[in-house]
């Protein structure tokens, strides 16, 4: 399990875990994650990667997501599938302070989620 805490005196404390699964589900997820407590800055740009993430939202069971051209937040109810987008897109980090996911090996979501990349 890899432990990431990153914060400064006085500030909030972010803190990220990462686990790797035993086979044999390690050949289709590359690890659980989870965050929790938000950053000091309250936007932040996620860039497409290419590989499929299952995300939930455990503080809400919302995600808002910014990148249209009116600048307002879309409104996605419920877990998310997401990395395999055209363009980078915003997120309110206050609104996704408790996260968990799950980060699939290249071709490892079909298998479990069923749907394509892009879908």
Do not use: K
């Not at 686990?19 to 989870?34: K, S």
């Not at 599938?81 to 980090?93: C, E, K, L, Q």
Request: aromatic letters at 10%; proline letters at 11%.
């Amino acid at each position: 399990m890899a432990r990431w805490n990153h914060g400064r005196p006085g500030s909030v404390t972010m803190n990220y875990l990462s686990y790797t699964p035993p086979p044999p589900l390690d050949e289709l997820i590359e690890n659980f994650w989870c965050l929790s407590d938000a950053p000091a800055h309250r936007r932040e740009e996620i860039v497409p990667s290419g590989t499929l993430e299952l995300v939930l939202n455990l503080q809400e069971d919302a995600f808002h997501i910014y990148g249209g051209t009116s600048g307002a937040a879309t409104r996605f109810g419920g877990a998310i599938v997401s990395g395999a987008y055209p363009r980078p897109f915003v997120i309110d980090t206050r609104a996704h302070a408790s996260i968990v996911g799950v980060h699939f090996r290249p071709g490892g979501a079909l298998p479990l989620i069923g749907a394509p990349p892009g879908a």
